[in-house]
């Protein structure tokens, strides 16, 4: 995948890049695959209205076994951080979601209430819908993935996928897939970003050695310095349409991957580079790679390469990104790998 999908059909591609849907399946199996995730998505709204009712009665610790304590506990601070995440959500999606984009106010605040949404009186009745969406999937996904739970961040990586989608029971299931990889970025450990600012920096070195002297004399070799662009996988360097084309990209490869496409075939689909589980580390590595002069003769500490990765929203070209982190992909993939 070259240029991204065409917005058209985003809606009906992505279930199948994010692996809600096998590549093979058939019309009847996919019927089959989504009546059940809408009941399997129903189960875990009606569980969260039952939490919020012991949350609106201040029962921390119900009379059931400890481990129900516990989620009760658990969902009673997720549930207020999700809300107050999804009253700030920026509006940039609308324009990409006509349908979502005027829905009427009685709809809005329906939508709102049937999630116990606060506090959104200042906010459009488009971005009251979005916020109540965001509530209740990203709800759902805490009772999913209790081990996760719920991070600030999260709701960067969810808005643009229930612009694209309209259900929300397909909007969570997609969403599941593309936190199979990115729940890593969540860990309270951060046992998986520093794996992938472990990469960022070996694929820094192998490529500019000088770059990377630098960086160790700045005893900024860990590149801590990306550690937003990780975590959030550039949302917030990226347009919304940048961030989704490198997003589409990014699941091709990880299709590609699943599917078991071998090397030699995806060279004739693309070029040379091979799919790859990391070509956000790649593509953020290229970024760096593109500011290596700047950073050499001008930056003299950590802060200011941080601040230079911070300042480049709306300053990236996403497709030259691309390339070049294509072109590291061939040179280096095996020996990073």
């Avoid at 399946?25 to 009546?35: G, H, P, Q, V």
């Avoid at 609106?56 to 989620?71: C, H, L, R, W, Y």
């Amino acid at each position: 995948m070259l240029q991204g999908v065409d917005p058209s059909i985003r809606a009906e591609v992505w279930p199948f890049l994010l692996g809600v849907y096998n590549l093979s399946s058939s019309k009847a199996e996919r019927d089959a695959i989504k009546t059940q995730n809408r009941k399997e998505y129903e189960k875990l709204r009606q569980r969260c209205r039952q939490l919020l009712k012991h949350v609106d009665k201040g029962q921390k610790k119900p009379k059931e076994a400890d481990s129900e304590g516990q989620i009760v506990e658990d969902f009673s601070t997720w549930q207020r951080i999700i809300r107050l995440d999804a009253v700030r959500a920026n509006a940039e999606w609308i324009i990409y979601s006509p349908a979502q984009a005027t829905v009427s106010e009685a709809q809005s605040i329906q939508t709102a209430e049937s999630v116990r949404l606060k506090d959104y009186d200042h906010l459009e009745p488009c971005r009251i819908y979005h916020a109540a969406r965001l509530v209740a999937v990203l709800e759902a996904y805490v009772l999913h993935d209790p081990e996760i739970g719920y991070c600030q961040g999260m709701s960067d990586l969810l808005s643009p996928i229930l612009a694209v989608i309209e259900d929300d029971d397909e909007a969570f299931w997609c969403f599941v897939g593309f936190m199979k990889k990115a729940r890593h970025n969540f860990r309270l450990d951060e046992v998986g970003i520093r794996r992938q600012l472990n990469i960022v920096s070996k694929i820094i070195k192998s490529k500019d050695s000088h770059l990377y002297r630098h960086l160790e004399k700045l005893q900024a070799e860990d590149c801590f310095f990306v550690y937003r662009m990780v975590v959030v996988l550039f949302r917030r360097e990226l347009t919304f349409e940048q961030t989704v084309c490198l997003w589409e990209v990014m699941w091709a490869d990880q299709a590609a991957i699943r599917a078991g496409i071998s090397k030699l075939a995806w060279g004739r689909i693309r070029q040379r580079a091979p799919p790859t589980d990391d070509l956000l580390l790649y593509a953020i590595a290229a970024c760096v790679l593109q500011r290596r002069k700047l950073i050499i003769e001008k930056y003299s500490s950590m802060d200011e390469i941080l601040r230079e990765c911070n300042s480049m929203a709306g300053h990236l070209d996403v497709w030259k990104l691309l390339d070049n982190a294509h072109d590291l992909v061939v040179t280096l993939h095996d020996k990073i790998n």
